[in-house]
């Protein structure tokens, strides 16, 4: 199985990377939300705006690239004849998706390193790392929680046959929900709701916290209790759903365009 998972995992970054849509979303996508987001921040008045703009880019980026590559991967699969193969494959479908979730996943995290080059290039303001082992934590524990939510994700579309609707749908109500470019503390008591039962919003959080500094360590590790806590119930989730499908369309057989 992990033969199977490493093998598909690089020949997905091979054709993800071939795809114009996907390069954008990997280089383009990061450039222009990072002048974007600079020229929100830059007269706001808040000290650390950088840590905004490029923690917010590249993590804008790295769902874009998950959205139109780890969800559409199905919808491709689809449209090719194989994903009925692939489903009915000795190999498992979980571990062939799996190992291209993960393909795309580490290759989406360019998304950051683009921001923050472009931010030193374009206005000469370096982001400093104040606690890079906490960074490395957070930014561990935030793509395992990525993997898991686009093994979800992709569980769900499976059945279904509108999935490119669904990618556009999700793309900025999680950047919006999740506090990807603002603190989840402007948004209304009724929306944080939401925003604390997703997984990313504990990401984002730990990471600005790396940046700035840990100076509460106990406030990191239960914020990072929380994350972990999160993507265990969306794994169990992601699992149930699965079996699910699996006997649905194995009555049905239901996989093929028509």
Do not use: H
Not at 7 to 17: A, H, L, P
Not at 33 to 44: A, F, G, K, Q, V
Not at 221 to 249: C, N, P, Q, W
């Amino acid at each position: 199985m992990i033969r199977v998972i490493i093998s598909t995992m690089f020949v997905q970054m091979k054709q993800s990377f071939a795809r114009p849509m996907f390069r954008f979303c990997l280089i383009a996508n990061p450039i222009l939300n990072t002048i974007l987001l600079y020229e929100m921040y830059r007269d706001s008045g808040e000290t650390n705006y950088m840590a905004y703009v490029v923690l917010g880019a590249g993590l804008m980026g790295l769902w874009g690239c998950i959205c139109f590559s780890s969800a559409g991967d199905i919808n491709r699969e689809r449209f090719s004849g194989t994903l009925a193969l692939i489903f009915a494959a000795p190999a498992t479908f979980p571990a062939i998706i799996l190992g291209k979730i993960i393909g795309n996943t580490l290759m989406s995290l360019l998304t950051m390193v683009i921001s923050l080059i472009t931010a030193r290039i374009l206005f000469r303001i370096p982001l400093q790392l104040v606690s890079p082992v906490y960074f490395l934590i957070a930014l561990f524990a935030a793509i395992i929680s990525f993997i898991v939510i686009s093994s979800m994700v992709a569980c769900i579309l499976t059945l279904s046959r509108k999935t490119e609707l669904y990618m556009n749908c999700i793309e900025i109500p999680i950047i919006l929900f999740c506090g990807f470019v603002f603190p989840v503390s402007v948004l209304p008591s009724g929306v944080r709701i939401i925003s604390y039962a997703l997984s990313p919003t504990y990401a984002v959080e730990l990471m600005r916290m790396a940046v700035w500094g840990v100076t509460d360590t106990a406030l990191f590790f239960e914020k990072l209790g929380a994350l972990m806590g999160l993507t265990f119930i969306y794994a169990i989730f992601s699992a149930l759903l699965y079996k699910k499908i699996d006997r649905r369309v194995r009555i049905s057989a239901t996989l093929e365009v028509a």
